[in-house]
């Protein structure tokens, strides 16, 4: 067993686990309480005076694939979220599989998703690493949500807040201005990853595309409207552009992801319109300040106004004052 200041790590649970299945997902102290090889992965995996703030251990689900299109293997997981990043465990419970752990540091995640459909969650990490853009889902229980929002928020906390002059655009605490917030399931969302140094600058409802479609033509003259869309909400605060968005097929069970992009990871963001038809959509396109390819993102919204220019003239301006 690994010593740390004379003392023995000891791993009570190392020998439970065997499946992976379990109920819950729940939390320890210190790695060294985590389930099966979790424990031994990620308490090796530590470094020296590196500090743990969070962990998790999240038995495996069935599912591999959300309603959003985000998959992983089935797996039991370990997370582990220190002073600086996450530590991942992932046994796949499989002969000829072993065990695996992996590390994101904080400033190498561009972006990330939070999100639940009945009793499935996941949180799915975007990152750069060996210079490319790279992706770790871990799909979970959904009695375990509040754990990850948790760990989300640690890691947001690590975050540059940023600050603006203009008084047209008065940052808010998040409890007063999310009341404002007509969609209250998303609402909900949002507001369990806002962390307790975050200011909510502007919100506004839209409609998210996932894609155009091609229709039939009914009248001659006239380009159809073909496209899939669903509800969302964009939530700007003085740490991250957030985006709350439900799934694309109708139906009356709640299925809600969450986009969080933290604003210091933007180098710059720039507005395009899309015509299809009589459909003309806003592109929000982002470049981030990692050299890496595909370091961009594309958020295609349809709303009222020009909240979306407003937004990303509130961005352009908070990243030129900082």
């Known amino acids: 067993m690994r010593t740390m200041t004379g003392k023995k790590i000891r791993y009570p649970l190392e020998q439970w686990g065997a499946s992976g299945r379990g109920d819950w997902v729940f939390t320890v102290a210190h790695p060294s309480g ?37 998959e992983a293997e089935e797996s039991s997981c370990g997370v582990c ?39 499935l969650s996941w949180l799915s990490l975007v990152y ?5 853009v790279q992706r770790r889902t871990i799909l979970f229980g959904s009695n375990g949500k509040h754990h990850f929002e948790k760990a989300l928020r640690v890691y947001k906390k690590q975050c540059r807040s940023f600050g603006i002059s203009d008084d047209t655009v008065c940052p808010s605490s998040p409890g007063r201005f999310l009341h404002s917030v007509s969609n209250k399931v998303h609402r909900n ?30 009248m001659r003259g006239r380009e159809p409207q073909a496209y899939t869309a669903s509800k969302a909400t964009v939530l700007l605060t003085t740490k991250a552009l957030l985006l709350a968005r439900d799934a694309a097929e109708e139906t009356i069970r709640i299925r809600v992801d969450v986009l969080n992009i933290s604003l210091d990871k933007i180098r710059s963001v720039d507005v395009e319109y899309v015509s299809h038809g ?37 961005i352009r301006q908070l990243r030129a004052e900082n």
Not at 37 to 49: E, F, K, M, S
Not at 128 to 132: K, L, R, T
Not at 191 to 213: R, V
């Open 128 to 132: 750069i690493q060996e210079g490319g």
């Open 81 to 119: 979220v220190t002073d600086h990043r996450f530590i991942i465990s992932r046994n796949l419970h499989r002969e000829g599989s072993p065990p695996t752990v992996s590390s994101i540091d904080f400033n190498d995640i561009l972006w990330c998703h939070l999100g639940s459909a009945m009793l």
């Open 278 to 314: 009589e459909c003309r959509a806003e592109k929000i396109h982002i470049l981030f300040n990692r050299e890496a390819k595909d370091a961009h993102m594309d958020i295609l919204l349809l709303c009222s106004d020009d909240a979306v220019m407003q937004c990303v003239n509130t």
């Open 34 to 70: 985590l389930v099966g090889a979790h424990a031994r992965l990620i308490d090796r995996a530590l470094r020296d005076a590196e500090r743990v703030d969070y962990c998790i251990y999240a038995p495996r689900v069935t599912a591999t694939r959300t309603p959003f299109g985000l």
């Open 189 to 218: 969302y949002l507001k369990t990853l806002i962390t307790s140094n975050e200011m909510c600058m502007l919100s506004f409802p839209a409609h998210y595309i996932w894609g155009f479609t091609n229709a039939k033509r009914f």
